[in-house]
């Protein structure tokens, strides 16, 4: 089971930190990875870290803005959202999948309830 939290609304420019804790025994073999939805779009993928920490990619349009961060101690992922735009607004639900280190949504077994985000401009 995933836990999402964090979302809000923010100004344009500003910055929002979304947690996902999830209850396992084995978080550190998942890769997570946060996805978003907009009004009247597809679910995208935003960002990932793979199950050995040692990867973490991001989709374009938030690279060096959005930092994805873990901690297997406490079983939770973060996505850290800097230099927020209007575009960002949306859904934002995290996805662990076993040994998972895709951007494809197929890849996560498992999803949170997600967390909405609004930016206003």
């Known amino acids: 089971q995933l836990q999402a939290s964090g979302g809000g609304l923010v100004q344009a420019g500003g910055s929002l930190r979304l947690s996902c804790e999830a209850s396992?025994?084995?978080?550190?073999?998942?890769?997570m990875a946060w996805f978003r939805q907009a009004p009247g779009k597809d679910r995208e993928f935003v960002a990932l870290i793979s199950w050995g920490d040692v990867r973490t990619s991001y989709t374009d349009s938030v690279k060096g803005r959005f930092t994805i961060s873990r901690d297997n101690a406490k079983n939770a992922v973060y996505l850290q959202m800097k230099s927020l735009k209007p575009e960002d607004t949306a859904v934002y639900y995290c996805?662990?999948?076993?040994?998972?280190?895709?951007?494809?949504?197929?890849?996560?077994?498992?999803w949170g309830q997600g967390t909405l985000v609004t930016v206003s401009s």
């Open positions: 396992t025994s084995t978080f550190s073999a998942y890769g």
């Open positions: 996805a662990a999948g076993r040994w998972a280190m895709a951007a494809t949504a197929s890849e996560y077994d498992f």
